[in-house]
C-alpha cells in the first residue's frame, strides 16, 4: 500500500532535550513538508522541500531543523530553541508543487513536553 | 495574506440530512482548493481537489465547488451517515509555500 508514514504516533520531551520525528513516504512525490497543529489553530507551515538535498523554511521554522537526504525521507528534529513544542505535527507529500500539488498526509506526532 | 474561514465552525445533523459547508478565502489568486477530513487525533485525508480553473468535483456522495472570484467553496454532503462525523477542513494553495488551512467545521451526524 502506498502512503505516508510517521513515528512515533506519541512522543514526550524532556526540557533541553533535542527530539527527532520521522516521515516515510512510498509515493515517489516530490515534494514533503511539515505542519504543526494547535487547537482552534489552523496547520501551519514549519518547512517544506521540494526535492532532494533542498529544503525551506515556512511560517514557523524557528527552533525546528530538517534534512532531505533521500526522496522517500523527510526528518523533523525539535530543538531545545523552540519555546512551545507541545503540538500535533503532520507530514504531507505532494507529487510536484505549483497546481499539481494535492497534498496527502501522515497519521501524525504528538509531541509532549513534559 | 490569504486567510481562510470555514463556517459554521460546527454542525449537528440527524442521519440522512444533505448538508453543506462552506469555506471563504480572500485572495482569488489560488492554484487551487482541497477539501480534507480529519478524524479525532488522525492525519488528514484528501476528499476532493479542484483546480483553479475548475468549478466543481464529485466524489460518491461529495460534492465540491468553486467560485474563485467570490473566494468561495462548498462541500455538500448528501445523505449524511454517522460515519460522516469529523472535522471537515478546507485548504487554498497559491504554491509550495502558500497552503493556507481553514481552522475546520466539526460535524456531527446524530443517528
Known amino acids: 500500500d502506498g502512503g505516508i508514514t510517521q513515528s512515533p504516533k506519541y512522543l514526550f520531551r524532556k526540557e533541553g532535550q533535542n527530539v527527532t520525528l520521522s516521515c516515510e513516504q512510498n509515493l515517489n512525490h516530490d515534494a514533503m513538508y511539515w505542519y504543526r497543529q494547535d487547537p482552534g489553530q489552523g496547520l501551519r507551515l514549519i518547512y517544506y522541500s521540494q526535492i532532494v538535498n533542498d529544503f525551506q523554511k515556512g511560517d514557523i521554522a524557528e527552533g525546528y531543523s530538517v534534512s532531505r537526504e533521500k526522496k522517500e525521507s523527510f526528518p523533523l528534529t525539535v530543538t531545545s530553541a523552540q519555546k512551545n513544542p507541545t503540538a500535533f505535527y503532520l507530514c504531507?507529500?505532494?507529487?510536484?508543487?505549483?497546481?499539481?500539488?494535492?497534498?496527502?498526509f501522515g497519521p501524525g506526532t504528538r509531541l509532549t513536553v513534559l | 495574506k490569504q486567510e481562510v474561514t470555514q463556517i459554521p465552525a460546527a454542525l449537528s445533523v440527524p442521519e440522512g440530512e444533505n448538508l453543506v459547508l462552506n469555506c471563504s478565502f480572500t485572495d482569488s489568486a489560488i492554484y487551487n482548493l482541497q477539501w480534507f477530513r480529519q478524524d479525532p487525533g488522525k492525519g488528514l485525508t484528501s476528499l476532493l481537489l479542484?483546480?483553479?480553473?475548475?468549478r466543481e468535483q464529485t466524489s460518491g456522495r461529495l460534492n465540491a465547488s468553486l467560485d474563485k472570484s467570490s473566494g468561495r467553496s462548498t462541500l455538500y454532503i448528501a445523505a449524511s451517515q454517522p460515519g460522516d462525523s469529523a472535522t471537515y477542513l478546507c485548504a487554498v494553495s497559491g504554491g509550495y509555500q502558500k497552503v493556507t488551512f481553514g481552522i475546520g467545521t466539526k460535524l456531527q451526524v446524530i443517528p
Open positions: 479542484i483546480q483553479s480553473s475548475q
Open positions: 504531507a507529500s505532494s507529487k510536484t508543487g505549483g497546481s499539481n500539488n494535492e497534498q496527502f
